[in-house]
């Protein structure tokens, strides 16, 4: 697998329950971020977490990360219509040298669906 | 609250031709990237910059493109002769640190995009 893989793919939930979206990375890491994106637009930074952070919350948002299984998983409670996009995971790792420019890799994305 | 701008939204251009897109960073960041987005594909990085030069950059990132901050507040991306793979959805984004020992002073925000289309 790739550096930063989502999953789902899609996830198609109710207005309300409660939505989990996985990432899996390979490489070790300075940060990791969450991003969403309606349909054809921008990306919204939603949360960064570092590596020695296993949990952060932003409102409905939660973020866990395990470094010993590189991964992490962003959780949405009690999720509304206006939730629905694509959440993608973004990777800071570390280069062959030890350091970081800010180059962020992408996974595919989870395309989450909230039916009213 | 400061946002990354870019302009223009849409370029239409052909085959060969040189194409600039503009961002404008928010204002005390100092590091500044490229990503593209081709149609149904990942976010792909392009380049990272910072004081005045490139820090990285990717694979794609060949002699056909380049990158300035030709002033204080604007970062470009000049494509000298697109291709038709070219097409994509570029954006730009900033960070006010490249890395930071506290706070999340590296979130990198992005822009709305400059949807580029070569025929």
């Known amino acids: 697998s790739q550096q930063g893989e989502e999953d789902p793919q899609a996830l198609s939930i109710q207005e309300g329950e409660n939505a989990t979206m996985n990432c899996s990375y390979k490489?070790?890491?300075?940060?990791l971020q969450w991003y969403r994106q309606n349909s054809g637009r921008g990306l919204v930074h939603l949360i960064l977490i570092r590596s020695n952070e296993r949990e952060k919350h932003s409102g409905r948002l939660r973020v866990t990360l395990d470094t010993s299984k590189k991964s992490s998983s962003l959780l949405i409670t009690a999720s509304r219509a206006a939730d629905t996009a694509s959440y993608f995971c973004?990777?800071?790792?570390?280069?062959?040298?030890?350091?970081?420019?800010?180059?962020?890799?992408f996974g595919q994305g989870t395309i989450l669906t909230v039916h009213p | 609250e400061p946002e990354v701008t870019q302009t223009p939204s849409h370029q239409v251009t052909q085959m060969g031709q040189e194409v600039i897109l503009r961002c404008v960073p928010i204002s005390n960041h100092l590091y500044f990237y490229w990503y593209r987005q081709i149609l149904g594909q990942k976010v792909e990085f392009l380049v990272s910059?910072?004081?005045?030069?490139?820090?990285?950059k990717s694979e794609i990132f060949d002699d056909q493109f380049s990158v300035e901050r030709p002033d204080g507040s604007n970062f470009t991306l000049k494509i000298r002769s697109t291709k038709l793979e070219d097409s994509a959805m570029y954006f730009c984004a900033s960070s006010e640190l490249g890395v930071t020992s506290g706070g999340d002073t590296d979130t990198q925000y992005f822009g709305p995009g400059t949807r580029l289309t070569v025929l």
């Open positions: 910059f910072y004081n005045n030069e490139i820090s990285e």
């Open positions: 973004a990777t800071d790792a570390f280069n062959a040298g030890g350091t970081s420019y800010g180059k962020l890799t």
């Open positions: 490489t070790s890491i300075n940060n």
